[in-house]
């Protein structure tokens, strides 16, 4: 079997189109779940290598946002660079218990993390009430 080294070459082969225009990621994925591949001997992020090959490097702080919302595409013209604290804002629309980040339901703590505040005023109450059973015992 003769070995493809042409990384936009064994790239190619590696995509298949879907009717959203993403590139479907055929090949090896990592255990984040994110398309990879090698190129000089150093394994690498397909997005990433994609969106640099095609459109440039990736400016200094920024990340990759995939506005398909889909990990395993990598058409980099459904990627964008932006800041870590909007990418964050982008990937969820509701709390793991479903309350919506909104304005009014979304507080950010330290390093830009979201907060849901109906559940962090749940578990603040529930706090409460063991506090004052424990305090009647």
Same mark, same amino acid.
């Given at each position: ?16 189109? /879907? ?40 400016? /200094? ?6 506005? %398909? ?46 907060? %849901?505040?109906? %559940? ?18």
């Amino acid at each position: 079997m003769l070995r493809i080294h042409d990384p936009v070459a064994r790239f190619e082969e590696r995509i298949t189109g /879907d009717e959203n225009g993403c590139w479907i990621w055929q090949g090896k994925v990592g255990t984040n779940g994110r398309a990879i591949f090698k190129v000089n001997a150093r394994t690498i992020s397909v997005h990433r290598w994609a969106y640099e090959h095609y459109k440039g490097p990736i400016p /200094d702080g920024l990340v990759l946002d995939h506005l %398909c919302k889909t990990p395993l595409c990598v058409n980099p013209d459904h990627l964008e660079a932006v800041t870590v604290l909007e990418n964050n804002k982008r990937a969820r629309t509701h709390c793991f218990r479903g309350h919506p980040f909104d304005d009014e339901n979304t507080a950010l703590r330290k390093a830009g993390k979201r907060m %849901c505040r109906i %559940c962090e005023y749940e578990r603040r109450a529930k706090y409460r009430r063991q506090s004052l059973e424990k305090q009647v015992r």
